[in-house]
């Protein structure tokens, strides 16, 4: 039977709750949150992290940083394909995203190039919000994220369901541009930049590891700016 959308918000937040209790011990212990010897500079974040990770620079300019195709998907063309480990796998319409919780916040972006630009305002759905729709199963310990472009990255489930990952559509309250990632892309604060794809297209959820692009080619698996962990 069709769920109502109320109905829909409540399912949405009761998987939210048995999802935060599930790793919120485990995204609590991850080095970007817990780490006791953090390398950078600057005042604390909101994690307790310096404001500025060892070996970036501050920009006030937004570089683009990708493959060199910048695919242009129309919203009516545009689909998220949400599936592998999960209950309740689902194609979303760009109606049916909108339709989600939306939410709104002000995060860093660190570039592994070493560039890093602060207090990014972005709107978006959290990928944890997405994560309770499709409810992953017990053996999910991984995403693999696929983009437009054809590119790949893989993310852990403690990491890519804090609070502040979202697949963000608008910055600084303007509709996010074709060449930083538009229509939606991934948003990852607190790791790399290349962890979150532009143009997303498909979340994998995977019962373990499985290398993306850049993962495959020298970078690092898990990509934690206050330890410089740029390459693998
Ligand atoms: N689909 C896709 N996503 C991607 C990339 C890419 O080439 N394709 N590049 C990554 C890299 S290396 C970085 S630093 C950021 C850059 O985002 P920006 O171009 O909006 O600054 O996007 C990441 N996401
Ligand atoms: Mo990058």
Avoid at 33 to 45: S, V, Y
Avoid at 122 to 139: H, I, S
């Amino acid at each position: 039977m069709e769920q109502s959308p109320d109905e829909k918000l409540e399912r949405i937040i009761e998987a939210r709750m048995k999802l935060k209790a599930r790793f919120e011990e485990r995204m609590n212990n991850t080095p970007s949150i817990a780490d006791e010897r953090p390398q950078g500079k600057g005042p604390t974040n909101r994690h307790g992290m310096p404001q500025v990770p060892v070996g970036q620079t501050i920009t006030q300019k937004w570089p683009v940083l990708d493959l060199g195709y910048h695919p242009d998907i129309s919203l009516d063309r545009w689909r998220l394909t949400i599936d592998g480990e999960v209950e309740h796998p689902v194609v979303l319409k760009w109606e049916d995203f909108m339709a989600l919780p939306q939410t709104e916040d002000t995060s860093d972006f660190h570039c592994v190039t070493t560039w890093s630009k602060l207090d990014m305002v972005w709107k978006g759905v959290r990928l944890m919000d997405l994560a309770a729709l499709v409810q992953p199963k017990e053996t999910a310990t991984h995403l693999l994220c696929y983009g437009y472009d054809t590119y790949t990255t893989n993310v852990s489930l403690e990491e890519a369901l804090k609070p502040d990952v979202l697949l963000a559509h608008t910055v600084y309250d303007e509709p996010l541009a074709l060449e930083h990632g538009g229509p939606a892309r991934m948003i990852t604060p607190q790791l790399y930049a290349w962890k979150g794809s532009k143009w997303i297209k498909r979340i994998q959820f995977l019962p373990q590891n499985k290398l993306g692009f850049w993962e495959e080619r020298g970078y690092s698996n898990t990509a934690y700016p206050w330890r410089n962990d740029r390459y693998s």
